[in-house]
């Protein structure tokens, strides 16, 4: 017969609190834990494939996802269910599959402010579902395994001053995204489309796209003082940026996504139990703990 693991053994010291957590991961998933559009990071422990990647883009995760479809924001669905880009292409998968694997380390972070409502939510996650017959990028994942940091910083940075001039000469006016992602390229430009797409309905100010852009010598280009422009002004830049980077953001590692600070750390999942983090420090302190 199996034992169950008492929550106070596996729980490193100052991690749980009154209201009960740590808490088991099917209780987890069953209660309202979970927003549309949450990002989820995982890393698998003794995984060939799990180590090439952090080794590849040099961070803590070797995948990303995004939650598609909670099942206290949706009727007639039991499970939840993640949107990714994996080795098949994009599709959705039950998150279950994630976290009642004991090789699984996850981190789940989330995009906050009251701007991002519900509806905002729900064009994300429908801006990623366009992607849905699009497939895995490799030759992302191997540029980025053999480039290093530096020589990757400098061809962003001329990436976007070389297309300055070009975008003066002409406008694109399509949010065309990509034929192939990495599975963190495809969470930031689900955001950033969905973003962008709201502020030409005018529900968002321009400024919010930097809110959205998790690799931050990309996000270094756009304006720190947003209000020395005018609201036109503020547009053409922002439609700039959005349209003209796409393969650029693209390349978005995991690790992007775990230490922006645009996104905030909710959870942890590891060894069957899940723990409710305040802090990138927690957060790490959590990724790093070892159960005796």
């Known amino acids: 017969m199996d034992t169950v693991q008492d929550a106070s053994q596996v729980t490193p010291t100052g991690t749980g609190d009154s209201d009960g957590w740590p808490i088991p991961v099917a209780e987890f998933l069953s209660g309202t834990h979970?927003?549309?559009?949450?990002?989820?990071?995982?890393?698998?422990?003794?995984?060939?494939?799990?180590?090439?990647?952090?080794?590849?883009?040099?961070?803590?995760?070797?995948h990303s996802a995004m939650v598609f479809l909670v099942p206290h924001q949706e009727n007639g669905f039991n499970n939840t269910f993640v949107i990714e880009s994996a080795s098949k292409?994009?599709?959705?998968?039950?998150?279950?599959?994630?976290l009642n694997d004991k090789r699984q380390v996850v981190g789940i972070k989330r995009?906050?402010?009251?701007?991002?409502?519900?509806r905002a939510q729900s064009l994300v996650r429908g801006r990623m579902l366009n992607s849905i017959q699009s497939s895995y990028s490799y030759a992302t994942l191997l540029r980025l395994g053999l480039a290093f940091f530096n020589e990757l910083a400098f061809g962003i940075k001329a990436r976007i001053w070389g297309a300055r001039s070009a975008i003066q000469g002409r406008r694109r006016r399509t949010l065309e995204p990509p034929s192939a992602f990495i599975c963190s390229g495809l969470v930031q430009l689900g955001y950033?489309?969905?973003?962008?797409?709201?502020?030409?309905?005018?529900?968002?100010?321009?400024?919010?796209?930097?809110?959205?852009?998790?690799?931050?010598?990309?996000?270094?280009?756009?304006?720190?003082?947003?209000?020395?422009?005018?609201?036109?002004?503020?547009?053409?830049?922002?439609?700039?940026?959005?349209?003209?980077?796409?393969?650029?953001?693209?390349?978005?590692?995991?690790?992007?996504?775990?230490?922006?600070?645009?996104?905030?750390?909710?959870?942890?999942?590891?060894?069957?139990?899940?723990?409710?983090?305040?802090?990138?420090?927690?957060?790490?302190?959590?990724?790093?703990?070892?159960?005796?």
């Open 192 to 292: 950033l489309n969905a973003v962008a797409e709201q502020v030409a309905m005018g529900y968002l100010l321009p400024q919010r796209v930097g809110e959205v852009v998790f690799q931050k010598d990309v996000a270094s280009f756009l304006p720190k003082d947003w209000s020395q422009f005018s609201d036109a002004e503020q547009y053409e830049i922002m439609w700039d940026f959005v349209a003209g980077f796409q393969d650029v953001l693209e390349a978005v590692t995991p690790e992007d996504l775990a230490v922006s600070s645009h996104l905030e750390w909710v959870y942890v999942i590891r060894d069957g139990f899940a723990y409710k983090v305040n802090s990138q420090e927690h957060a790490h302190e959590m990724l790093a703990w070892q159960p005796t």
């Open 89 to 98: 292409g994009v599709d959705l998968k039950n998150l279950a599959s994630y």
């Open 34 to 62: 979970l927003n549309r559009a949450d990002v989820i990071l995982t890393r698998k422990h003794w995984d060939l494939r799990s180590w090439l990647i952090r080794w590849a883009t040099r961070g803590t995760f070797s």
């Open 111 to 118: 995009l906050n402010g009251s701007w991002f409502d519900e």
